[in-house]
């Protein structure tokens, strides 16, 4: 089946420092990523939608020049969280699919999710 | 913009006892997702309905699709206390080329053994 590989599975990080969360499509070309954030006991909201070698679209409120985007391979996207604060601390999880808009099992596969902590 | 509302928020049972959990969107879906999350762990596909009406059944899971595509629910029968995790729906607008999923707010269920 679809598999994403999501590192680190958590970091803990300065308060100031940038930290980069990468996702690999193991066995797809994932022509499409997206970047969700989850707090505790909330649902996955989604940050960022990125194709493969074009700009990210960024969802309403979200800050571009704080969480980097980069999708410049069918199965490489990277996440940079520059300047990471306390409140940038949240599980971060990335999410692929194909070209055809379905993966087996039809399903949009997820990554394992990044635990950032920011100290 | 598109939302989905879950209810209810959480969920105890008693193990044997059944469980359900709605999901309401504000429009029309060209599917809906629905996914199993235990603590600490990442969401895992559980299945898609995309007809309208549509019931399917894994197991002790049945999930239904209404026939506006508008709602859905998941039913588990006999609740067992593997099933314990937060259950969310996901809906899949039927517009834009990105088809990004919109997520419920899950349900947060506890099975008492």
């Known amino acids: 089946g679809a598999v994403v590989s999501q590192h680190p599975s958590w970091v803990i990080c300065k308060s100031g420092t940038s930290v980069k969360i990468e996702c690999r499509s193991l066995?797809?070309?994932?022509?499409?990523m997206f970047w969700y954030r989850q707090f505790p006991k909330q649902s996955l909201m989604l940050m960022a939608t990125?194709?493969?070698?074009?700009?990210?679209?960024?969802e309403q409120g979200v800050e571009k020049d704080k969480f980097l985007i980069n999708h410049a391979s069918l199965t490489l996207s990277t996440l940079t969280v520059t300047s990471a604060h306390p409140e940038d601390s949240s599980f971060y999880i990335c999410?692929?699919?194909?070209?055809?808009?379905?993966?087996?099992?039809?399903?949009?596969?997820f990554g394992s999710g990044t635990r950032l902590t920011v100290v | 913009g598109q939302q989905v509302m879950q209810i209810p928020q959480y969920q105890h049972v008693q193990e044997g006892e059944d469980f359900t959990t709605y999901c309401n969107s504000s429009t029309t879906l060209s599917n809906i997702q629905w996914y199993k999350q235990r603590p600490g762990g990442h969401p895992v596909f559980l299945i898609q309905l995309v007809k309208s009406g549509e019931v399917k059944k894994q197991k002790r899971l049945t999930f239904q699709f209404g026939e506006a595509k508008k709602n859905s629910s998941l039913h588990i029968t006999a609740t067992q206390t593997t099933d314990v995790g937060t259950y969310f729906c996901a809906g899949l607008g039927t517009s834009g080329s990105a088809r990004q999923l919109t997520f419920g707010s899950g349900t947060q269920l506890t099975v008492l053994p």
């Open positions: 999410s692929a699919r194909d070209s055809e808009g379905s993966i087996y099992p039809y399903g949009y596969t």
């Open positions: 066995d797809f070309q994932a022509t499409t």
């Open positions: 990125s194709n493969e070698g074009s700009k990210a679209t960024y």
